[in-house]
């Protein structure tokens, strides 16, 4: 079985204070990680929380408003680095495999915002008994300079090519909500929810829970998003949260 995990930026940092790693969270939810029956059989994306957003933010830059000053891109790029390099080695301190990809190297969107991400060194550091750990990054934007490309972005991509079996988004929140503030079950279409997404409480470019629900509703295979909580019940096989259901599958 292969495990498709997004860790929110939200959940490991501590979103309003700048370049500030949740130790707590990341240990939570590394340890669930580690104890988990997954093995090693999983791939692991984060956001970018209080490293991303924030300088994202200062530049002027998100999904689709890019930059050409190579400043702002060192700065955004170096903070994800920075959080990368955090979240694999408390992973590497629990025993699991994990190595670093870093997508700014590799991907690209075109004139119209399409995204071309390569993902052989990703199934083939998997098949090599690897856990890669990816995030949310800068991407070269063709007539655009550099945007954001998020996590949850990432995530679309990479299920497909490892042929995920589950894709988990873990957020600060226990699934996405209603009006009420009552966790949805299931949600297939983005209009029957769009009055009740928002964008994240925090400093956020890439739209927050309207941003996640619209990227994972392209996926074929259903996506769990569901609070921090949840992780050790989502790696159980269990469907905890909101199950994002956009495709063909059930
Ligand atoms: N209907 C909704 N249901 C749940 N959360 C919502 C809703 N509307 C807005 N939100 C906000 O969306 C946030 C989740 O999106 P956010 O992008 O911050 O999460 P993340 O992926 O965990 O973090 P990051 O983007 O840094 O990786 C929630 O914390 C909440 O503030
Ligand atoms: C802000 C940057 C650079 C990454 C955004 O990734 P996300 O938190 O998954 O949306």
Redesign the pocket.
């Known amino acids: 079985m292969t495990v498709v995990l997004?860790l929110?930026?939200?959940v490991i940092t501590q979103k309003d204070e700048p370049e500030t790693v949740d130790r707590a969270a990341l240990s939570d939810a590394v340890s669930a990680i580690a104890e988990s029956a997954v093995g090693d059989d999983i791939v692991v994306?984060?956001?970018?929380?209080s490293?991303?957003?924030h300088?994202?933010a200062e530049y002027g830059?998100s999904?689709t408003e890019g930059t050409h000053d190579g400043d702002g891109v060192r700065a955004?790029?170096g903070?994800?680095c920075r959080l990368n390099a955090a979240v694999v080695e408390a992973l590497t301190d629990a025993g699991v495999p994990a190595v670093p990809v870093h997508p700014f190297s590799a991907a690209a969107r075109d004139a119209d915002g399409g995204l071309s991400l390569p993902t052989a060194q990703v199934t083939t550091l998997l098949g090599e008994g690897f856990v890669p750990v990816l995030?949310?990054?800068?991407v070269a934007h063709a007539g655009a300079g550099a945007t954001?490309?998020?996590?949850?972005?990432?995530v679309v991509e990479l299920a497909p090519a490892v042929n995920a079996d589950r894709v988990g988004v873990c957020s600060t929140v226990s699934g996405v909500l209603d009006d009420d503030g009552t966790v949805i079950d299931r949600i297939e279409t983005f209009e029957a929810v769009a009055s009740a997404l928002g964008e994240s409480e925090a400093t956020?470019?890439?739209?927050g829970m309207a941003?996640k629900v619209r990227a994972l509703l392209a996926l074929s295979a259903p996506a769990l998003v569901f609070g921090p909580d949840a992780l050790p019940a989502f790696l159980a096989g269990e469907s905890p949260g909101t199950t994002i259901a956009g495709g063909d599958a059930d």
Do not use: P, R, Y
């Open positions: 997004k929110g930026g939200s994306v984060h956001g970018g929380g490293f991303g957003h300088h994202a830059v999904t955004i790029h903070a994800m995030h949310g990054d800068l954001v490309l998020s996590g949850d972005e990432l956020d470019v890439s739209g941003g």
